[in-house]
């Protein structure tokens, strides 16, 4: 009981923290009255006339509070346990709206976050994961008419192409709000959210359409840059409200991804004649664009009936919701169609013979599991059946389409025709 004459000094001349709130304070200070009243009369201090009346008062103040969380070490405890207590609550109080001096690093922290946060807001309104998707196939496009990593052109591409996909998938945000908000899985969106207004998000999709166009006709061609602004235009003026009206509306979106590729085909022309002459002569763009257009169909269908409940709430018409039986015909048919173009590469010289057997293997599985799905419409098919076999399909999809194009790549017959004729010249002996 030594120590109670400190802390009777002690909460007289306490020095609080600016970041302590009141409450903290008036806790603290009942915390004192109750170990000093446990104290024996005779170990009280004395007190004047007019710091009596203060304490009275004060003491009838603190009684009107509840416990003091720390009266159990009244009798028995040591005064270290005590500033615990205290420790505890300073650290716990919420900081001051002014920084106390020195402390910068707050501020700092704070205009990081916020352009972190800021960051993060105009990539969801992007949807980078699928914009990522849209600069992989138009990378890929480039490097299969046999653009050079260091073509001043390939940069304008990414750049570009990045900068119109984020335009359309904004603008499809904007349209789209009052369904985002329905749902579970777009309710977090930052529009929905109140993450950004709709003006600056407007203003966002309007600056990179042009920025995007502009990368593209001055990097690139006249060509490239149009059909950048067609995505644009179909996807937000098209895809977007016929959502709402058809099951068809799927078509126009896979339409929309299956023309990156042909972009980055064309990019590696110089000029908007050459461009067009490509558009017109060589199969490769269209077959590149036919392999992303059927190999989106079964990627969204599965999507599709994955969200079905999703997609009802918010009044879409999607073909799980609308035509739910056609769903995993119509997933099935669309894997087929993959054959014929794979099929396609050899005819036209783009891809060697060899392509034809191993794309069949990776076809061959995409289709077996959407055959799949196809068989679970049956009379006694069950519903959690159908939803595990959509959720397989969706996952064959995602594994597909890297594989698929990897094969496109090992077989590219062009390259090792133009190395063969280089072997050749090399070995002429007129040379």
């Known amino acids: 009981m030594m120590f109670m004459p400190t802390l009777t000094c002690l909460r007289s001349r306490i020095c609080v923290p600016r970041a302590v709130s009141s409450s903290t304070v008036l806790m603290f200070r009942r915390c004192l009255h109750s170990l000093e009243t446990a104290k024996p009369a005779s170990a009280r201090p004395l007190r004047s006339s007019a710091g009596a009346s203060t304490g009275d008062a004060e003491s009838a103040l603190l009684r009107q509070g ?25 650290s716990a109080a919420p900081s001051s709206s002014c920084p106390m001096e020195g402390s910068t690093a707050t501020s700092g922290n704070s205009v990081v976050d916020a352009i972190r946060s800021q960051w993060r807001i105009y990539c969801q309104l992007s949807k980078y994961k699928l914009s990522s998707l849209v600069l992989v196939s138009a990378g890929f496009g480039f490097f299969s008419a046999g653009g050079s990593l260091l073509s001043v ?63 593209l006709f001055a990097g690139t061609n006249l060509v490239t840059a149009l059909l950048g602004v067609s995505t644009i235009v179909l996807y937000a003026g098209l895809y ?68 079905k409940k999703d997609y009802a709430s918010a009044g879409y018409k999607m073909i799980s919701v609308t035509d739910p039986a056609s769903t995993g015909s119509a997933s099935l048919r669309n894997t087929l169609a993959l054959f014929p173009v794979s099929f396609a590469a050899v005819a036209v010289g783009m891809c060697d013979p060899w392509f034809a057997a191993t794309s069949s293997i990776v076809n061959g599985y995409y289709t077996w599991k959407a055959w799949s799905f196809s068989r679970q419409f049956g009379e006694n098919a069950e519903e959690s059946t159908r939803d595990q076999a959509a959720r397989s399909l969706f996952k064959a999809s995602i594994m597909h389409l890297p594989l698929l194009l990897a094969l496109l790549v090992i077989h590219d017959n062009r390259k090792t025709k133009e190395s063969a004729k280089n072997d050749g010249e090399a070995k002429d002996p007129d040379e």
């Open 66 to 90: 509840s416990e003091c969380p720390v009266s159990r070490f009244r009798s028995a405890e040591s005064p270290q346990r005590i500033d615990d207590v205290v420790a505890a609550e300073v």
């Open 153 to 215: 052109a390939l940069p304008s591409l990414i750049l570009g192409t990045g900068f119109q996909a984020s335009s359309a998938n904004t603008l499809n945000q904007l349209l789209e709000v009052k369904q985002d908000s329905v749902m579970m899985r777009t309710r977090k969106r930052p529009l929905p959210t109140g993450a950004v207004s709709p003006r600056a998000a407007l203003g966002y999709a309007i600056a990179s359409a042009g920025v995007g166009s502009a990368l």
């Open 240 to 307: 977007t409200p016929m959502k709402m009206m058809s099951k068809w509306n799927t078509w126009i979106g896979a339409v929309v991804g299956a023309i990156p590729p042909v972009m980055g085909y064309v990019a590696t022309q110089a000029t908007s004649a050459d461009a067009w002459a490509v558009l017109s002569t060589d199969p490769a763009p269209w077959i590149l664009g036919a392999v992303l257009l059927f190999w989106q169909m079964p990627h969204f269908y599965a999507i599709s009936w994955m969200c």
